[in-house]
């Protein structure tokens, strides 16, 4: 599990430290820039206070509630590398038994005009 740990942060540190994908490095810069001046601005202990009282709201007045986590499971849906191969490798295999339809067909479209 360490080594996992460790192969994602050498790999995710060298493609933000190096802007290989300069969306992502953006992202992290504007997020840490953030993070930075909402503990500068507001003490930690405050943020503690409300997400406590947030739990305990919710709790109270929703007793039945299933809790989730909505970034969880956002990032659950993410496939994996070795899915989107997997997949890959399915779609080939089957997209040479399958006809293609006129209807998708540009050069059918053109020809009834």
Known sequence: ??????????????????????FVSAMCCVILISAGCLLYYVSPRYMIIVWGLNKFRKFYFQPNLVDNNEMVDLLS???SFPEIEQYRQIRSRGSGARPRSAAG?????????
């Open 77 to 79: 849906r993410i496939p």
């Open 105 to 113: 067909s540009s050069r059918e479209l053109n020809k009834a005009d």
């Open 1 to 22: 599990k360490q080594w996992y740990q460790r192969r994602v942060a050498i790999t995710a540190g060298g493609h933000i430290g190096q802007w290989k994908n300069q």
